[in-house]
């Protein structure tokens, strides 16, 4: 039953490979999202998207890129991995009312380490 | 622009003890305010929210009050317990770039350890 779910929890990979991240949610919401929480916790929007479309895209290199089949997915694909893209990737899912009031629910993270 | 800021952590406490995490924000408009909490190997989940000015939000005995005079969305507790040990995240929404869709903004987290 769980509500946002990611594939892998773990990733570890060499620099300059490419690697794929899945996420999806059956909570029928609207909006989804990708975070990046640092070695320090410090965590940051990516990217959102709603129904299919983009509609946050925040100072990310363009070796990555986000995907949605349909609104319940949100995948993110990167190129040629980096040493500094090693960190936790949260996906996140929102109900589109609009405004700032909206809660996300957030998956349980992947791990990505880049050797 | 929009930012948080948040207590440096650690914070470390004995159980039952009262517990504060300062937030203070920066924003245009009219943000919506949250407090996220993440246990560890965890992804975040929604501890509460508040969502205009005076508001006061709660949930497990945690709460925190919006106020827009000194912009700031402390976290309180009475009586603190060793499964509260988890980092906090202060966090604002503000709606992206005037359009819509609101982008939530996170404060870099407080990590608070309660021992028995």
């Known amino acids: 039953d769980t509500a946002v779910s990611q594939t892998p929890k773990y990733l570890v990979t060499q620099m300059g490979n490419d690697k794929s991240i899945k996420c999806e949610q059956n909570l029928g919401h609207d909006t989804m999202y990708w975070y990046k929480q640092d070695s320090k916790k410090f965590l940051k929007i990516m990217f959102s998207y709603n129904n299919k479309e983009l509609i946050i895209n925040e100072t990310v290199p363009n070796r990555f890129s986000p995907k949605s089949p349909d609104k319940a997915h949100l995948n993110l694909h990167i190129n040629s991995l980096e040493l500094g893209d090693s960190a936790v990737y949260f996906c996140?899912?929102?109900?589109?009312?609009?405004?700032?009031?909206?809660?996300?629910?957030f998956g349980p993270g992947t791990r990505l380490l880049v050797l | 622009g929009n930012s948080v800021t948040q207590m440096e952590g650690p914070v470390t406490l004995s159980e039952e003890a009262f517990l504060t995490i300062n937030c203070t924000y920066t924003a245009t408009g009219y943000p919506s305010l949250f407090w996220y909490v993440q246990y560890p190997g965890e992804g975040l989940q929604l501890l509460l929210k508040a969502t205009k000015a005076d508001d006061k939000g709660s949930n497990k005995g945690f709460e925190a009050t919006y106020r827009k005079e000194t912009t700031s969305f402390h976290l309180e507790k009475g009586s603190v317990q060793v499964s509260d040990s988890a980092v906090y995240f202060c966090?604002?929404?503000?709606?992206?770039?005037?359009?819509?869709?609101?982008?939530?903004?996170f404060g870099k987290g407080t990590k608070l350890s309660v021992k028995p």
């Open positions: 966090a604002l929404s503000v709606l992206y770039y005037g359009g819509s869709q609101g982008n939530l903004i």
């Open positions: 996140a899912s929102s109900q589109d009312l609009g405004g700032t009031q909206e809660t996300q629910y």
